[in-house]
DNA sequence: GCAAGGTGCTTGCAATAGCTAGCACTGCTG
DNA sequence: CAGCAGTGCTAGCTATTGCAAGCACCTTGC
């Protein structure tokens, strides 16, 4: 698990220097940016979790941090700063490095939060699939189906009634789609 | 179609500035980067490629560019830019274009080359679902399942003979993850 | 004990992403 | 015709990404 600082990093890296009581009280309460309340001194929790997922990958795959750099085609340092989560790949540094690990970008992207985790079973694979529609069709359609398995779901639906209504929108909309 | 100028922009923002010749002179051949092949004074063709996408899904949605920069939380400029070509957006900011589009992230990020286009039918799909085996475990069986399509589609394999070791590479492979 | 080769990390820098301020233009309204 | 609201874009700026150079430490072999 990578430390939870940046130390002596330099301003012009972070957004804030994590305050240094924080830095060795692990109780302390972490500072936040007021407007996303996410921990200021480091790139947001989802920039640690992808970090750290990459470190386990590789420790799993009994690499080194060099080894995995050189596979990869990243400078060392970076995929250091990388897994202690000092810093936010882009997702074509994380294309190369699940390369390097031998598995799927996409595991990647999902705990980046590039890609939200895959839902749906055979209904929404095929519509997906289906080259007829267009893209923005798809979307409503499985909006539209979504919509229905959580009113399913939830038996009698305890949400706002805009859970009602937003079927209804989104059969509006595929109304309106089929109209222009 | 966006303009392929990028006319005045300063050097701080592109590789190298378009030869003037080039931009009033749509015949002049593209200077490329030496190291990549990549047009000079333009993002790659991707970047490209993905901003025609985008500015072709805008126009079918019938919304201006600050429509869309309202809806999707970017700004205008950059916006443009994108959809000119002249910047090459994050897998966020593909995001957030998706949302105010209406579509789908996944339909953008095939355009920017995040991510493949989906392959594989039922087994690659039973492949990916499946929960008990590891990211690694997923990318090998799928890495020996393609290779064997591949080796099916061309009758006889006229690949180089590492097709027929990538294979036994594939099960080596396999037979090395399942040691650990 | 020393050299060599490995490890993970810090620092400073260049290039780029993404924004704000402002421009020129168009069409509409009174 | 002036004012207004819209359009798409340019220029300059700040923050961030990703790297090269180099550090300190560890293990191994001679």
Redesign the interface.
Known sequence: MPESDITTSSGVHSTGQAEDSAATDATAEVTTDASTGKPIGMVADIGRDIGQYIRQ?RE???ISLRQLSKLAGVSNPYLSQIERGSRKP???IL?QIAKG???????L?VQ?G??DV?TGGPVA?AI??DAEL???Q???L?DVYESFRRENSAGQPKQEPSTVEEGTDATAAADRDNA?
């Open positions: 990958q799993n795959a009994k882009s997702a074509e294309q690990l031998r598995i799927s970008a996409e595991a992207y980046a590039i890609l895959p694979d997906r699939a267009s893209e923005r798809k979307q409503v499985l222009q």
